[in-house]
């Protein structure tokens, strides 16, 4: 819970860079879930460059607004519970929740040999 805490003060505090940070973070995450559970690489074998670009690909394209809704439009139920139930500031941490998974397929599609 004061992990959860800090990012709230954080959010309020520096809503830009918090939501940048966080998209950054999570397409990240799917890459290193891509890598580790789909494509079986194992530690020694895990491309970190890789996973440093889709992270900053995820800190450049998708923490802005409008990407939400033009790049997620296949989870139309998400984004209808996300607009309707979730207070704005947390519309972006919610969607990129739920693209994790999306985003290790991307990552495993845009990296197969």
């Known amino acids: 819970m004061a992990l959860w805490r800090a990012y709230q003060r954080a959010l309020t ?3 830009w860079k918090v939501q940048v940070l966080t998209a950054g973070s999570l397409m990240g995450l799917g890459d290193v879930l891509s890598q580790q559970l789909v494509e079986r690489r194992g530690l020694r074998s895990h491309q970190a460059g890789r996973t440093l670009t ?13 990407a939400l809704i033009t790049n997620y439009y296949l989870w139309p139920a998400v984004q209808l519970a996300n607009f309707y139930l979730v207070p704005l500031h947390y519309r972006l941490a919610v969607v990129q929740c739920v693209a994790v998974i999306w985003n290790s397929y991307l990552s495993w599609k845009a990296h197969r040999l």
Not at 55 to 66: E, I, K
Request: proline share 12%.
């Open 13 to 15: 505090a520096h809503p």
């Open 54 to 66: 889709m992270a900053s690909l995820g800190c450049g394209f998708v923490d802005f607004p409008d």
